[in-house]
């Protein structure tokens, strides 16, 4: 069945970096255009980031030059590289497509 777990969230502080992957399984990875939402307790997912399955990347207006989304076809693994995060970067990170939707990383940005 698909699968999609993420990791490497973490606490960093204002101005730092952290990676998150997604290792996905159960269906054709490099088929499918991947995304990254994030949620803050109390407000509406959002969406962070989109992959193509040729590589076009968009961004929420509020992390572009900052956050990259990448995947590797041949690990069936996606990522967000994030960096100069800021407190309001704060949310649990998922990754995404159609339906299916991953079981979460929290990401704390605080000194």
């Known amino acids: 069945q698909v699968q999609l777990v993420e990791s490497g969230g973490g606490l960093v502080q204002p101005g730092g970096s952290l990676r998150l992957s997604c290792a996905a399984s159960?269906?054709?990875?490099?088929?499918?255009?991947m995304a990254w939402y994030r949620q803050v307790p109390g407000k509406q997912r959002e969406l962070v980031a989109t992959?193509?399955?040729?590589?076009?990347?968009n961004y929420a207006d509020s992390v572009k030059g900052r956050f990259t989304i990448s995947r590797d076809n041949n690990k069936n693994t996606l990522y967000l590289q994030m960096n100069s995060l800021k407190p309001e970067d704060t949310a649990v990170y998922y990754c995404?497509?159609?339906?299916?939707w991953g079981q979460g990383t929290q990401v704390t940005v605080s000194s």
């Open positions: 995404q497509f159609r339906d299916y």
């Open positions: 992959i193509t399955t040729g590589g076009n990347t």
């Open positions: 159960g269906f054709i990875f490099r088929l499918i255009t």
